[in-house]
T-cell receptor, first 109, second 114 residues
Framework: KQEVTQIPAALSVPEGENLVLNCSFT??????LQWFRQDPGKGLTSLLL?????REQTSGRLNASLDKSSGRSTLYIAASQPGDSATYLCAVNNNDMRFGAGTRLTVKP | DGGITQSPKYLFRKEGQNVTLSCEQN?????MYWYRQDPGQGLRLIYYSQIVNDFQKGDIAEGYSVSREKKESFPLTVTSAQKNPTAFYLC?????????????FGPGTRLTVT
C-alpha cells in the first residue's frame, strides 16, 4: 500500500526566503503526483500536477520536481510571501490517490 | 462559474442521527469522490463514483453511504453507525476516472457530532 510522507510537518520562515517542501512515497509505480494548497477551513486548491514521465513543473514562483526512482518530490517556493502561508499537501496517484498529511507553512512579514 | 459546491459549510448533529452532505459540480466531470480529513492526517477516501448509478467503497466506507443518480450530484450520508463522524469532509471530481487525472476539490463541510 502506498505511503506518502511529508516532512517537516510545520515550517516557519521570514518573508523573502526561498524554501523547499518535501514529499516521499514508497511505491514508485505512479501515474502522477499533485501538489495542493489548503487554507484553514477551506478545500484544496491544485497547484501543480507532474506526470510520471516528467521531471518538473513550474507555475510562477512554484517549481515542483519528481524523482520516481527515489520516491521523492519537492515543491520549491521562491521569494516567499505572507500570502503563501497555508498547508501544502502532496498526493500520489497510482490507481487511487494517496495524500500526505501536509506541511503547514508560515511566512512571517 | 464552473466548480464544485458543498453545503452546508458547517453542520451540527446529535449522536445517533443520520446526516446528508451535499456535493454538486458543474464541470461535467464523470468521476466524483468523498474524502475525510482529520487533524494531522492526510485525506482518506470514503467512496468514489466513476459514472452515474455506480459507486465504489474507498478505504473507510463503514458507516457511510452514497448515491449517484445524476452526473452533477454525489451526496454523502453519514449514518449513526459511523463511530467517529466528527471531521472535515471534502468532495472532489475529475474529468474522467482514467489515469492520469487531476482532481478538483470543493470547499468542504465541517461536521460536528455531539
Amino acid at each position: 500500500k502506498q505511503e506518502v510522507t511529508q516532512i517537516p510537518a510545520a515550517l516557519s520562515v521570514p518573508e523573502g526566503e526561498n524554501l523547499v517542501l518535501n514529499c516521499s512515497f514508497t511505491d514508485s509505480a505512479i501515474y502522477n503526483l499533485q501538489w495542493f494548497r489548503q487554507d484553514p477551513g477551506k478545500g484544496l486548491t491544485s497547484l501543480l500536477l507532474i506526470q510520471s514521465s516528467q521531471r518538473e513543473q513550474t507555475s510562477g514562483r512554484l517549481n515542483a520536481s519528481l524523482d520516481k526512482s527515489s520516491g521523492r518530490s519537492t515543491l520549491y517556493i521562491a521569494a516567499s510571501q505572507p500570502g503563501d502561508s497555508a498547508t501544502y499537501l502532496c498526493a500520489v496517484n497510482n490507481n487511487d490517490m494517496r495524500f500526505g498529511a501536509g506541511t503547514r507553512l508560515t511566512v512571517k512579514p | 462559474d464552473g466548480g464544485i459546491t458543498q453545503s452546508p459549510k458547517y453542520l451540527f448533529r446529535k449522536e445517533g442521527q443520520n446526516v446528508t452532505l451535499s456535493c454538486e459540480q458543474n464541470l461535467n466531470h464523470d468521476a466524483m469522490y468523498w474524502y475525510r480529513q482529520d487533524p494531522g492526517q492526510g485525506l482518506r477516501l470514503i467512496y468514489y463514483s466513476q459514472i452515474v448509478n455506480d459507486f465504489q467503497k474507498g478505504d473507510i466506507a463503514e458507516g457511510y453511504s452514497v448515491s449517484r443518480e445524476k452526473k452533477e450530484s454525489f451526496p454523502l450520508t453519514v449514518t449513526s453507525a459511523q463511530k467517529n463522524p466528527t471531521a472535515f469532509y471534502l468532495c472532489a471530481s475529475s474529468a474522467t476516472p482514467q489515469v492520469p487525472y487531476e482532481q478538483y476539490f470543493g470547499p468542504g463541510t465541517r461536521l460536528t457530532v455531539t
